[in-house]
């Protein structure tokens, strides 16, 4: 029972002892099953055109979220239920409600992003009875496609809100009760070990577990999402062994508030993390929807986001701007410490032999704060930060800066704080005489690099425009470019 990945694709139970860490779910449905419904467009997580929906059970009841199967890997599906295009057609052979809008409104002409598309808005459907506009732009941020125009796609996804039959029609809610018995039945007694070859894949069976492997695997991959590590192998073509997958680690999934804070665990997706974030800190919220898209916020964690050690991860600058704290953990027990102090270098992070990300706790800004986090991008939705600039404001009676934390991702070799410009402003009025006079220092707290996303003229221009904008907001003026729908 502990030498197998155990899944169900579509109705299918599926039990694979003779797989390697890295082999993606894509290559698997392809390559293996002859399900050619998904698609390989881009295979890092962009287009879309490999969405399938993943089903896992949560506190009893069973969750779908639309993935990117291009860098997905078979070993994080143990006890899921894969669901791929074929399966949506009804009994005879009739299209789902989805696939029939999408003909009706013309939404497809090459037809190679169709399935995408299809499973994209099948994953809504089910979560959503009659969405609006803008969670049927959120749902769809992460498929591209080349020739359509989205207009009709979109409304297909309206006409499909009306079109609803009997749930014994569709095929997940006619099997939700069998699904949940066989995933139950599938859940892992103990650590499955696999090997193939010289290559290792290692699926806990606790958060107790995982500190066992890695005391005797140092060096070992920790997986959580594969948004990042997916590409490593798909692109760089990067050989990974031993791989431990944590995804399915109930101990690490976990969103608790507090009254000062939110305590988000290592494995909590983006997803995951959204509500709470977005009620208690609206323009953290805001940010996580500009992040990739669902499906890569479906997979993503904050916490390996942090682990990764990227400087142009997403989460890192406003969490550190809030004054964030990292808790690690191993078999010698926790470690805390400010976030801002866990990324050292390029690529290193203060993550001694064994330890491992458990939590972040997230403090709340005070009412008498204010708070904002800008990501900069060459396109809004679905594209990798080139700066990403997070204001933290303390202001006394007198409009007197008595705190300020600034910090940046895209402009160094690590998230970094602006501490040379927050000690120009510390003290002195919050007026815009004292905005100008602290731009010079950024030039003393970074010297950002050129690569494909920006300049470095560029980069260190708009990281000082950042804290121009922060400034005008916080005094009341339209800095900020609106939606049309926002602003209607």
Known sequence: MN???????NGEGIALTDVGPTETL????????RLTGTKEGCAEGDCGACTVLVGRLADGKLAYESVNACI????????????????LAGRDGALHPVQQALVDCHGSQCGFCTPGFVMSLYGLWLTKEKPGRREIEKA??????????????VKAAEQVSLMRPSALFDPLERTCSEIIARLWAMQASGTIRIAKGEDRLIVPASVQALAEVLSQEPDAIVIAGSTDVGLWVTKQMRRLSPVVFINHLSELQSVTESEDGITIGAGVSYTGAFAAISKKIPALGRLIDRI??????NMGTIGGNIANGSPIGDSPPPLIALGATLTLRSLEGQRKMPLEDFFIAYGKQDRRPGEFVESVFVPYPKAT???????????RDEDITAVLGAFLLTLDDAEIVTDIRIAYGGMAATPKRAR??????????WTEATIQAARPAFDADFQPLTDWRATAEYRQLTAKNLLTRFYLETVGAPAELKRFEEVA
């Open 140 to 153: 769809l941020q992460g498929n591209l496609c080349r020739c359509t125009g989205y207009e009709p796609i």
């Open 26 to 33: 894509l290559d698997f449905l392809r390559l293996k099953r």
């Open 420 to 429: 040379t410009v927050e000690a120009e402003l510390i003290g002195r009025p």
């Open 369 to 379: 704060s204010r708070f904002a986090a800008y990501k900069i991008t060459k396109r």
């Open 72 to 87: 997905r890997f078979l070993g994080s599906l143990h006890a899921t239920h894969v669901v791929t295009v074929e399966h």
């Open 3 to 9: 030498d197998s990945i155990r899944f169900i694709l």
């Open 292 to 297: 990739a898209g669902e499906q890569v916020r």
